[in-house]
Structures are given as structure tokens and as C-alpha cells.
């Protein structure tokens, strides 16, 4: 089974940087992307950032130009945010999509605990 564990939260100031690390464990081959989405205390869950598994990367409007989805090895995957905004403050999650392998254990998205970020103006 796949399982995602989140990292590099924090807080800092608006104008900051923070990378955010995903740790990646199972088989690695069952995930078809990786991706980041975000949530903020009484909001919906909102997508940031995918990568596919030949790299290609898409972003959302309200992040593109100030992050950067990563896969530098099979089993982890970065997002690194550079020019922080209050709004980007939320809970950030990893999430993969599993292929309907028998192996892959049944299920259809696995997602990571989240990590918090913080950025105060």
C-alpha cells in the first residue's frame, strides 16, 4: 500500500520561502501523479500542483510564477513556494492517483496527512 507522509511546514513571513517535501513509500509504481492541494480553515479543498509521471507540471492560477512541483526522486515530491502570501496560509496535502492494479491495494487516491504553513503579514 502507498503512503504519503508531508514535511517542511511552517511559518514565516509574507515575501518568505518554504519547500515542502512528500515522502513516498509502497510501490512507487502504482502512483500514476503526484500532486499538492491546499485547504484554509472553512474553505474547500483546492488543487495547487500536479506532476505526471513524465514530469509534466500544471499549477494553479493563484500559485503560478511562485511554485515549483518537483520529483527529483521515485519516492519523494517537493513543492517549493517562493514569495509567500497571507493567503497562501492553509493546510497543504500530497496526494497521488493508484493504478487499479491488484498490487496497488484497491484504492483510488491516497493522500498524505498535510503539513501546515503559516504566513503572517
Known amino acids: 500500500q502507498v503512503q504519503l507522509v508531508e514535511s517542511g511546514g511552517g511559518s514565516v513571513q509574507a515575501g518568505g520561502s518554504l519547500t515542502l517535501s512528500c515522502g513516498v513509500s509502497?510501490?512507487?509504481?502504482?502512483?500514476?501523479?503526484m500532486a499538492w492541494y491546499r485547504q484554509a480553515p472553512g474553505k474547500e479543498r483546492e488543487f495547487v500542483a500536479i506532476?505526471?509521471?513524465?514530469?509534466?507540471t500544471s499549477y494553479a492560477n493563484s500559485v503560478k510564477g511562485r511554485v515549483a512541483i518537483s520529483q527529483e526522486r521515485s519516492n519523494t515530491v517537493y513543492l517549493r513556494m517562493n514569495n509567500l502570501k497571507p493567503e497562501d496560509t492553509a493546510m497543504y496535502y500530497c496526494r497521488t492517483s493508484l493504478r487499479p492494479w491488484l498490487r496497488c491495494g484497491g484504492t483510488a487516491v491516497v493522500w498524505g496527512q498535510g503539513t501546515q504553513v503559516t504566513v503572517s503579514s
Open positions: 509502497g510501490d512507487t509504481t502504482c502512483s500514476i501523479n
Open positions: 506532476i505526471d509521471s513524465d514530469r509534466t
